[in-house]
């Protein structure tokens, strides 16, 4: 700005000479930009002149929506056939048939009848027959105190035979099954000729596991006749409760009852008993209440027990596959005539009548169980428990050892064990193995101990389902008389044995077999019960149908 | 115990000396005899028997089976029976057809924890419970594996369940291989036979369906029959015998029975091939409703059905019901492409298609699009909107270029013509860039760029180009090939150097054609006059005056007077001075040259000629500073000729008027008095003047800011201009900045630089302009951003004008100006909102105006059914621009419906009301002609369009009427 108040001056001095004369400066041209440079000087506004040519367009341009080419009608749209897959199969048979004997004379019979296979509900008929008639080893103490065959046989024999018909109903909240059958045991020895008539009726029906309300109720009777004896045996057992959420709570109960000619036994049991998890922790926590009662001061009078824990404990150590269980638990055992028959044909010659209780006043086990592989098996235990008043065999003799006799008596005694048991499953093979160390703190002069070491296994091999076969063992060491402390007799032993057995099977057809079975082929004398030990080896064969 | 020694004896029986308790109940449940193993299990607890019990109730199928199984699996998970007990559940649910849990069951189990025998079925039934639940992948991987085992029960099974997984997901030519080996089954022959034909049918092996699927159809089933008939049927008509075609259709598939959905769209596909669009149309129709794949393909089909029918509203609706389900991605994207361009097409609507390409990554599609707009725009001489489609090109293709070039070029001269010469430089440089430096069209562009730069004060990027179109001798024999020289010696005068202005000024009157001689002559005087060469410049404007006489065109007359003056030729400047005696006052330069030739009689001793100029100028004159100058001369006179007391009279009114010269007068008074020696006078009047006497800092601004004011006020817009530039340079914080950018506004404005007085009114609202004249910067500065093109800142600026705004007048125009820019923005929705007040409005012109940009908003945004409703009301008085434009688009719709019947009757009736409507009657005219031409009737559609042609009188550049009848005929032809 200041030069161009200079210039104004200047413009001043050369154009207002007048005005100085004056001595006046009256003109001062604050606005006379426009005189010294363009400003305010516009250019013309030049019309925009657009030739026609830029006016013109190429517009040949198709302006309709563009129709698509034929694409075809056809959307694929999946046409499905649901073909449904006809139910499983699991062919169940009707009828099936085994049968068999041979040299040791050993016939056997299976036979059961399905007539009934409807839905929920099925219906068997069964008959079965196994036995042995021949000539059995005459056992006799020898000079080593061993209770051996003298060389000498006589005729002899052992047979279960049994016709009866069982069902089973199951619906989805339950099921109940219930079996009514005849059993003839017939015995034979140089002691006795037996014949026992048993009738006998059971019946059990339970809720399926899912249900919110709990209960297993089962009832048994058993009649049993044998010459100048009857005996009659009910029993119900089950529970009562509610499957909680991950837990159950229920009562469980026993009550049982036999009647003689000599007198009345039972026990009632009353066991409150919660079951649940807690983690990897699964818990059964029982308690037994036991009421026993007598009809006289025959039984085992004097040692009552009421109260019995009843406890199962099991970690699982790896899921699946590995478990740590344990268990304290006891109670008692009401043992009849009937049944100690059941593991004993030969009762007759050791005992006439027997009824009275024995008591396990505790058992406490701890052990492994789980599967290697997903097809092995097994289950290990060792443990401990009192028995009291517990019938074991032994011997008894009119003047010496050499005219010895089967018998049985009772005794207390500790028992310490181990126990394990394996298998093996897979469509080609079953094995199953049972080892058993036992020690027992009884001492008897008449009474033998169990057996230290029993060793049991079976393998069955299949071949493409058409060949089997398979070898087993039944073995055992020697039983021995503990004498009691202070007592000097000698020691005697019932030998230890190894009955070795083969079996093979040929399948002919899917539902035709036959099959042959080797036993005893290491010819021993085994004396699975004391003082009855079978000729030696033999054989059977047969034949197996079903449909 | 007593209940183990009846299984022992049972257990005796089998085999072997010894066995587990549980044996008994293994060797029966092996031996098929399950409650027999469930009886023999009594009372045994453990995990075998009661996995063998779980067993055994699985296999009776007992209904409590599952319930033993899941217990099993909970109470026993380390059983080596899990596996098995998993296996037979996951069968049974199998059975039950539960196929979720059977598939979780076996997944739980691994091959080799099963028996051999069981894999092939494990297998078959993990795989196909998969596919049942959906896991189709993993089925197959399952399946597979099962085809590659020992040929089993479940080979076939698995092969045919391959065979379906690869059909239903359409890989037809592995289904038919696995087809081909499940066949081999009796179970699966037929099935697999007619999978096959329907692959090789997918596989457009039609020659095949053919041969092999009329043996099938008598034998198939009658649910697969129709879907047989109908491949065979389509295998015909794809092989182009579409007799034998439809004669499958008609036995198989149009019977009386009750239709599904997928026969109404084959029907619908019938007819559409055989070209019978209305059938095609109604069957397809019946399939829309649902919106599944089959409704999307039918809506689809059915848009293309009604193009056919040329009906495009109903197109329209069809293609949009197809684009909004998500079916067939294909399908979706084409039936929004359509949709997309029939709103274009019908309304101009342009979302769809900007949702089509966001929505779908089509760049062609989306290049299609655009060019298609563009050329829609052209063809309307819409070159914004074309400009703006071309905007969004990145490929251009060399077909294209022509368009737009001049789309850019005509975009650029309507910015020009706007006054937004900054806005059309980019136009213009695009419209240059695909064509060679030497093209006629590239020069043109690059010279008006030039222009728009010198424009925008940008006077050495448009002396560059102008040089350069000079040097290549561009647009030879045009006027702007001329003007060249011209052109240049402006940017150079412009910044002063008048050396280089003077030789280029020269250049061009040395030219064959001087169309702005007398400008150049008078621009070479001022070169002279600015370099201080009087002579040559008194030379120069002497030139001006005698060849291009004008006298109005005072400004050499004082340019050359001034020059006298300074050369001290008093009589030289009086005789160019004089010629403002017979100019009008309006004239520029008037005032400033009666002044100067009044101070020339001053000079020269005539008081008398000097007294009536100054009088006669203070008289006419609008500019006070100069009335002022010429009342001070007028006072000087009066001392000069002894008259003190008029002197003083004069001074004193100088003094009071304030203004920049009041200093002046003010030492006039005070010479007076001391030469009366009486200067106790002199500060009684002084005193009297109180603080004028002597003026502060401030105080002189406001005097500089007054004189401007007074000089804006008095209309001299270029003095003003000048004055107001000067006061914002000497004070740079001024005062009166806000005012003063104001009035630089109005001068702009006045003076036509638009964009200037823009920023001016723009830097005035800024700074703090005071309400009242806020109110009227901001109206000004919306009206110019919409006469500028900037729709969407006069938006903005209106919008502000309607909250601010106190006078109803500037609210009305705040009203009336938010709904034209959003109209013009094409802000749509704003716009729809801003008519629907005014549709009520008193000023008849300009509720119909609110009505036609509602419907315009309606139909740009495709509610067309509102739009035609305004439409509709607006076409009762077609003689308006309004109304005819309505009553031209309710024709147009007729034409877009289809209804080409009502189409002449309503045209005629639009011809007897139009009045002056030539243009949209013309329009009415080709609608007619086309349809006519739709309706096969060539000959009448020729004759309407010629018609049009020989009887139309553009109404300018940008009419396009002719432009759409030549396409017409040039397609006719």
């Keep these: 700005m200041r030069h161009t108040i200079q210039f104004s001056a200047a413009l001043a001095l050369l154009v207002g000479i007048p005005a100085m004369a004056q001595n006046l400066n009256p003109v001062v041209e604050v606005t006379n930009m426009y005189e010294q440079a363009a400003t305010g000087i516009e250019k013309p506004l030049q019309q925009m002149a657009v030739p026609d040519s830029l006016l013109k367009f190429n517009l040949d341009m198709d302006y309709e929506v563009r129709t698509t080419p034929y694409r075809g009608a056809y959307e694929f749209n999946p046409y499905l056939v649901q073909l449904r897959t006809a139910p499983r199969s699991y062919e169940e048979q009707t009828l099936f048939l085994r049968l068999g004997a041979g040299y040791g004379f050993h016939p056997e019979l299976d036979a059961v009848w399905s007539p009934v296979k409807k839905d929920n509900f099925r219906v068997n008929l069964y008959g079965r027959h196994q036995g042995y008639f021949g000539h059995y080893r005459n056992i006799a103490i020898d000079n080593d105190y061993y209770f051996r065959g003298d060389g000498t046989l006589y005729g002899g024999a052992d047979a279960l035979s049994s016709v009866g018909v069982n069902t089973l109903y199951g619906w989805d909240k339950g099921m109940l099954t219930a079996d009514i059958h005849y059993r003839n045991i017939f015995s034979s020895d140089a002691f006795q000729e037996t014949a026992h008539h048993i009738a006998a009726l059971q019946a059990r029906v339970q809720s399926a596991p899912q249900t919110s309300f709990y209960y297993n109720v089962g009832v048994q009777a058993r009649h049993l006749v044998r010459e100048g004896l009857k005996e009659t045996y009910l029993l119900s057992d089950g529970g009562l409760g509610a499957n909680l959420r991950r837990s159950q709570l229920r009562l469980d109960y026993q009550v049982e009852g036999v009647f003689t000619g000599e007198g009345q036994a039972g026990e009632l049991s009353l066991i409150p008993r919660y079951v649940f998890q807690a983690g990897s922790f699964s818990l059964n926590l029982g308690l037994k209440a036991s009421f026993p009662f007598r009809s006289d001061e025959y039984f085992y009078p004097t040692h009552d027990h009421y109260l019995f824990p009843d406890v199962y404990v099991d970690y699982q150590v790896i899921p699946e596959s590995f478990v740590l269980q344990a268990s304290v638990t006891g109670g008692n055992q009401l043992e009849t005539y009937g049944s100690l028959l059941e593991g004993n044909h030969f009762l007759p010659s050791f005992l006439r009548t027997a009824l009275d209780f024995e008591a396990e006043t505790v058992h406490v086990s701890a052990g492994i169980r789980g599967n290697i592989a997903e097809r092995m098996h097994y289950n290990v235990n060792g443990g401990y428990a009192f028995r009291a008043n517990a019938l074991e065999w032994g011997y008894g003799y009119d003047t010496s050892w050499a005219s010895s006799y089967p018998s049985a008596g009772r005794a207390s005694y500790s028992l310490f064990y181990a126990d394990a048991k394996a298998g093996w499953t897979s469509e080609r093979l079953d094995a199953d193995v049972h080892l058993r160390y036992q020690r027992t703190t009884l001492s008897s002069d008449y009474i033998f101990a169990p057996p230290a070491f029993t060793a049991q296994f079976k393998f069955l091999y299949n071949w493409g389902g058409r060949i089997k076969a398979g070898v087993d063992l039944h073995a055992a060491t020697e039983r021995v008389l503990q004498l009691p402390e202070g007592n000097t007799d000698v020691q005697l032993h019932i030998p230890g044995y190894a009955d070795l057995g083969l079996y093979g099977e040929y399948g002919f057809t899917r539902r035709m077999a036959a099959w042959i079975r080797v036993g005893n082929l290491l010819n021993m004398e085994v004396q699975r019960t004391l003082f009855h030990a079978e000729r030696g080896i033999y054989f059977s064969i047969g034949a197996q149908y079903s449909f | 115990m007593k209940r183990i020694f009846v299984a022992l004896s049972a257990a005796f029986l089998f085999s072997s000396v010894w066995a587990q308790e549980w044996d008994a109940g293994r060797q029966y449940y092996q031996k098929g005899l399950y409650a027999a193993s469930i009886a023999s299990l009594e009372g045994q607890h453990g995990a075998m028997p009661e996995g063998y019990r779980a067993l055994s109730a699985l296999a009776l199928k007992l209904d409590n089976r599952q319930e033993l199984a899941e217990a099993y699996l909970q109470n026993w998970p380390e059983s080596v029976l899990v596996p098995q007990v998993s296996f037979f559940q996951a069968m049974d649910l199998f059975d039950q057809e539960d196929y979720q849990r059977v598939l979780l069951l076996l997944s739980s189990i691994k091959e080799d924890q099963l028996q051999k025998s069981q894999i092939p079925e494990y297998s078959y039934k993990l795989g196909y419970s998969a596919y049942r639940a959906g896991e189709w992948q993993y089925a197959a991987q399952v399946l597979s594996a099962v085809s590659k085992l020992p040929y089993s029960d479940y080979t076939a099974p698995s092969c045919y369940t391959l065979g379906y997984l690869n059909y239903s997901h359409e890989r037809f030519r592995e289904a ?719 034409f877009d419906r289809a209804q080409f019947g009502q189409i002449q009757e309503r045209v005629y009736a639009f011809a007897d009301k139009a009045g002056g409507q030539n243009y949209w009657l013309a329009k009415a005219f080709i609608v007619l002609g086309d349809s006519f031409a739709e309706q096969g009737n060539t000959a009448q559609a020729k004759a309407t369009f010629e018609s049009i042609r020989s009887g139309y009188t553009p109404s300018g550049a940008e009419d396009d009427v002719l432009d759409q009848v030549d396409v017409r005929l040039r397609k006719l032809q």
């Design chain 2, 176 to 894: 038919e291989d696995w087809f081909q080996k499940a066949g081999g089954d009796v179970r699966f022959q037929d099935l697999a036979k007619y999978y096959i034909l329907e692959c090789r049918f997918n596989e457009k092996d039609y020659a095949y369906v053919v041969r092999n699927g009329e043996a099938m159809l008598d034998a198939a089933p009658q649910d697969r029959k129709p879907r047989l008939a109908r491949m065979i049927s389509e295998s015909y008509l794809v092989r182009g015998d579409v007799d034998r075609a439809r004669a499958y259709y008609d036995r198989h598939l149009s019977g009386t029975e009750a239709k599904t959905r997928a026969d109404y769209f084959y029907a619908g596909e019938m007819m559409y091939l055989a070209q019978d669009w209305e059938q095609a149309a109604d069957n397809f129709e019946k399939v829309c409703a649902v919106p599944d794949s089959l409704g999307q393909m039918a809506s689809y089909q059915l848009g293309y059905s009604r193009i056919q029918l040329k009906n495009k509203v109903a197109a329209l609706e069809a293609f949009h019901d197809a684009a909004k389900l998500d079916f067939s991605p294909e399908v979706k994207e084409d039936a929004f492409f359509n949709y997309a361009k029939l709103a274009f097409d019908l309304g101009k609507d342009t979302a769809p298609f900007q949702e089509y390409l966001s929505r779908f990554d089509t760049k062609s599609r989306g290049d299609q699009i655009y060019s298609y707009m563009a050329m829609v725009a052209l063809q309307n001489h819409d070159y914004e909107a074309a400009v703006e489609a071309y905007d969004n090109l990145d490929v251009l293709e060399p077909a294209m270029q022509s368009n737009y070039m001049k789309a850019y070029f005509l975009r650029a001269r309507q910015l020009m013509e706007m006054g937004s010469w900054r806005a059309a430089v980019p136009h213009l440089k695009t419209a240059a860039y695909y064509s060679p430096s030497r093209d006629g069209f590239n020069q043109l562009s690059r010279y008006w760029m030039a222009e728009a730069y010198y424009r925008d004060g940008k006077y050495g990027d448009a002396r560059g180009i102008l040089t350069d179109l000079y040097n290549l001798s561009a647009l030879p024999g045009q006027a702007e090939g001329e003007l060249l020289p011209y052109q240049i010696a402006y940017t150079y005068f412009k910044e002063g150097n008048y050396e280089q202005a003077l030789r280029w000024f020269g250049i061009y009157l040395g030219g064959r054609h001087s169309q702005y001689g007398g400008d150049a002559q008078t621009r070479i005087g001022d070169c002279y006059f600015f370099r201080a060469d009087y002579p040559g410049a008194i030379g120069a404007y002497e030139k001006k005056m005698r060849d291009y006489p004008d006298p109005d065109d005072l400004y050499p007359a004082f340019r050359a007077g001034v020059a006298s003056g300074l050369l001290q030729d008093d009589a030289a400047k009086i005789r160019f001075l004089e010629g403002v005696k017979h100019a009008s006052p309006a004239a520029p330069y008037y005032s400033e040259t009666y002044y100067e030739l009044g101070r020339a009689y001053v000079a020269t001793g005539a008081h008398q000629e000097a007294t009536e100029a100054f009088t006669t100028l203070e008289k006419t004159t609008k500019d006070p500073s100069m009335a002022t100058l010429a009342i001070l001369e007028l006072g000087t006179i009066a001392r000069n000729q002894g008259r003190d007391e008029d002197a003083l009279r004069l001074y004193k009114q100088v003094v009071q008027g304030g203004g920049d010269h009041a200093e002046d007068a003010l030492l006039a008074i005070e010479s007076i008095y001391r030469s009366r020696q009486d200067p106790d006078a002199y500060l009684a009047y002084v005193n009297s003047l109180g603080g004028d006497a002597h003026r502060s800092e401030e105080q002189k601004e406001e005097v500089y800011f007054s004189t401007a004011e007074q000089i804006f006020l008095s209309g001299d817009i270029a003095k003003a201009t000048t004055t107001l530039q000067a006061y914002l340079e000497r004070y740079p914080r001024p005062v009166y900045g806000a005012k003063a950018r104001f009035y630089l506004g109005e001068c702009y404005r006045a003076s036509g630089a638009l964009e200037q007085a823009a920023d001016q009114y723009q830097a005035a609202l800024e700074g703090g302009l005071d309400a009242a004249l806020s109110e009227s910067a901001l109206l000004q500065y919306a009206h110019l951003n919409y006469t500028l093109g900037n729709y969407g800142k006069a938006y903005g600026a209106y919008l502000r004008l309607q909250e601010q705004a106190r006078l109803d007048e500037n609210k009305a125009s705040a009203a009336a100006g938010l709904m034209r820019s959003a109209f013009r923005a094409k802000q749509w929705e704003d716009a729809i909102a801003a008519a629907q007040p005014l549709t009520g409005a008193k000023d008849a012109a300009l509720q119909r105006e609110a009505l036609y940009v509602r419907a315009k908003s309606f139909f740009s945004t495709s509610r067309r059914a509102e739009a035609l409703s305004d439409f509709q009301e607006l076409s009762r008085q077609p003689s308006t621009p309004e109304g005819a434009e309505a009553a031209y688009l309710v024709i147009q719709d007729l």
